[in-house]
């Protein structure tokens, strides 16, 4: 094994690498890169070929095209309202391309040069019978290379950016990197591993990916890596399902048939099959010897409340407290109402809210909750707070539980001698990646809704005819109903041109609907601010609701049936559901209208698409995962398992499975890792995951 000083090259901050320091280590930081090892495994993710015979003549429209040509010419346009239109035409000899730009500066004009060589890549379009990209990605090749490296090179690396890193920057400090330490550069897998798969040794493998002259060989180079970082991380989670398996410290709860038998005779509805189902699984887990562990999944609206209410009254019906935590004092008080009209004929279940702040109100709930006067307790945070003791939780169930850290959810399940957990989330999963990311959790699917709920119409229009969609939802507002409109930004911006939900706001309530009452909500405001809007919003005091991302996860407001999304081309598909399942949950016909704004991408046209397709949040979810790859899924890095660099979760489904049944196999025959053989498995593991694996072990 290497030495440890030379190990810790590799793992040093990467403000340390020579030519980074401090101001570009905060840069490089936004791209996941903290460390020598990370700029090592930050791979291209494409290249150029110089000496590529990619021909325009080759292009299709509507599809996505690279090639390497010569500027032909250069022409800079005035438009109307002080706006600037930047035209460059490109040629391979025979054909003309023709590149758009609306934003941009003038150091950007300055690069271009005719006779210049030019890569090109981006999405085709048609503009009077000539192929265009607007908004193209581009590298004018030769700046800055001469007497480098790079220079001689036929094939360059394509790098990931972020503003203040130029490409010739990123290439430099790669190769100063691999000349400085490549010698350090450890295997971490196994022999046996490395010969069952075929795999290049990481030696030459993590070089091949920055420096190769042959880009055809990539691919299958990739394959270990995405193998790697999923066998890793089924490694961890087969030792903590392990873990927990073995450990017999459940309740072994009896179903009474007391409170749920009176709750279920109450419903004037019928569960679905899928709830039925659901609910069995529940109860066979808290009927066990072992502590319940499992995640709770079902699109907006498919009924996860009653499901809930059900496990909380077999503890309740055992003579343990029920503890559900959500996200926002809002959502507290929206189960705290839906909770109590469910139980009205129930007097003896006590049902408490705890709120954040300081009062004496919250004193005397805190003391109800220790003494065990209160049966359900419903609350945000302030449940992890210190001075909050239960008398006797049996239950935890957290809800919309990838909005909390994964510190906050195990700080939580401690606070009582191991009760049952149940995790909700209406953000649907995917089974592969449920899989991945909740291997060591039982998993329940909700996938059917309930009878009669209406599929909400979704359009999508270009952004010239945001008047016509905002005259034709007053008739809607005409009839009594309320609208929401999403914007991607609080105020205007001098970086990005987008429209700003202060300027809408503006707008709107002084010209197109100045007749109603129109609020402004957004995440800046304090949440006594925000609570009173939505609690005015869900009253029907206002009647259009122009807000941020801030009500992607809110109250329930049946009269609310359109939702306007400006600069839908900017979410992601799980938002963008999201963000519709805010309408649709009365009685009337509901819309959703995505606005969107030049140039759209391919796949924000598919995005689009699939919106306006379906309903169906698990497709939905699919999709997206299919479109924009694994990365941070859920919009949050905060769920203890690391974000995933190189494995895509839908392209790599066959390696998934493969990862896990090898990762419990070892963890069945090695618990420990302590065979000679998996001694690097060790090693890597204990070094990078130990950590992560105690956040596991409740």
């Not at 060989?217 to 961890?236: I, N």
């Not at 907006?300 to 003579?319: D, P, Y």
């Not at 919250?362 to 006067?373: A, L, N, T």
């Not at 949950?585 to 140039?599: M, Q």
């Amino acid at each position: 094994m290497t030495d440890k000083k030379k190990w810790n090259h590799l793992k040093s901050e990467i403000k340390f690498l020579k030519g980074v320091g401090e101001h570009r280590a905060k840069l490089l930081n936004k791209l996941g890169i903290f460390t020598i090892n990370d700029l090592m495994e930050f791979f291209p993710r494409d290249y150029i070929n110089r000496q590529a015979s990619t021909k325009i003549s080759s292009l299709r429209y509507n599809e996505n095209f690279s090639f390497v040509g010569v500027i032909v010419s250069i022409e800079k346009r005035n438009l109307s309202r002080g706006k600037t239109q930047l035209n460059v035409v490109v040629s391979d000899g025979d054909d003309y391309l023709f590149l758009t730009w609306f934003r941009f500066g003038n150091w950007f004009v300055k690069q271009f040069e005719t006779g210049k060589q030019i890569w090109v890549s981006g999405f085709v379009t048609e503009f009077k019978s000539n192929p265009q990209i607007i908004h193209p990605e581009i590298e004018v090749l030769g700046e800055d290379e001469k007497q480098s490296f790079w220079h001689s090179r036929n094939v360059l690396p394509v790098y990931s950016l972020t503003e203040g890193i130029s490409m010739n920057v990123m290439r430099n400090l790669i190769m100063k990197a691999f000349e400085l330490y490549s010698k350090e550069i450890e295997e971490t897998l196994p022999e046996y591993i490395i010969k069952k798969f075929g795999f290049e040794p990481r030696y030459s493998s993590i070089q091949k990916m920055h420096f190769t002259q042959h880009p055809q060989e990539v691919s299958k180079l990739k394959v270990r890596y995405a193998f790697e970082e999923l066998f890793y991380t089924q490694l961890m989670l087969a030792r903590s399902r392990k873990h927990h398996n073995q450990k017999k410290n459940g309740h072994n709860f009896v179903l009474k048939k007391t409170y749920t038998s009176i709750l279920k005779d109450s419903l004037s509805f019928d569960l679905t099959s899928a709830q039925k189902r659901v609910i069995r699984e529940i109860v066979t887990d808290m009927n066990s010897e072992r502590q319940m562990n499992r995640l709770l999944q079902g699109d907006v609206g498919s009924g996860k409340t009653i499901v809930t209410v059900f496990a909380m009254l077999l503890a309740c019906e055992n003579g343990y407290q029920a503890v559900i935590m959500v996200p926002t004092e809002i959502l507290a008080e929206q189960h705290y109402y839906s909770i109590n009209a469910l139980l009205q004929n129930q007097p003896d279940i006590k049902i408490g809210l705890l709120k954040g702040g300081v009062s004496k109100a919250k004193k005397e709930m805190k003391e109800k909750i220790r003494q065990g006067d209160i049966n359900i307790i419903i609350g945000t945070h302030a449940l992890i707070q210190k001075d909050v003791i239960f008398h006797k939780a049996g239950l935890i169930v957290i809800d919309e539980q990838h909005r909390f850290g994964v510190e906050q959810r195990a700080e939580l399940s401690r606070k009582n001698k191991n009760p049952d957990l149940l995790y909700l989330s209406a953000t649907p999963i995917p089974r592969s990646l449920a899989l991945t990311v909740y291997g060591d959790l039982e998993v329940s699917i909700i996938d059917e809704m309930p009878p009669g709920r209406k599929p909400i119409k979704t359009l999508w229009h270009n952004s010239e005819k945001s008047k016509i969609v905002y005259e034709k939802v007053l008739e809607q507002l005409k009839t009594g109903s309320q609208i929401y409109i999403v914007c991607p930004l609080i105020e205007e911006s001098e970086k990005i041109d987008l429209l700003d939900a202060e300027s809408l706001f503006q707008m709107l309530s002084t010209k197109v609907y100045s007749d109603y009452n129109v609020a402004l909500l957004h995440g800046r405001m304090k949440t006594k601010e925000k609570d009173e809007i939505m609690e005015n919003f869900k009253d029907g005091k206002i009647d259009v609701l122009v807000s941020t991302t801030v009500i992607e996860v809110g109250i329930d407001v049946p009269n609310a049936t359109v939702m306007i999304i400006q600069h839908a081309e900017r979410f992601g598909l799980s938002q963008l559901h999201q963000l519709r399942g805010r309408v649709g949950r009365g009685a009337e016909k509901s819309y959703c209208y995505l606005i969107v704004y030049p140039p759209i991408s391919a796949d924000g046209r598919e995005r689009l698409n699939i919106m306006v397709e379906t309903n169906d949040g698990f497709k939905i979810a699919e999709k997206d995962l299919e479109i924009r790859g694994p990365g941070d899924f859920f919009g949050t890095a905060q769920s203890g398992l690391p974000i995933m660099k190189h494995a895509n979760l839908v392209r790599d489904q066959e390696l998934l499975q493969q990862a896990r049944i090898l990762a419990q196999e070892i963890i069945e025959q090695d618990f420990s890792l302590k065979s000679e053989k998996n001694q690097i498995l060790a090693e890597t593991y204990f070094d990078t995951f130990l950590e992560k694996e105690k956040l596991f072990d409740y």
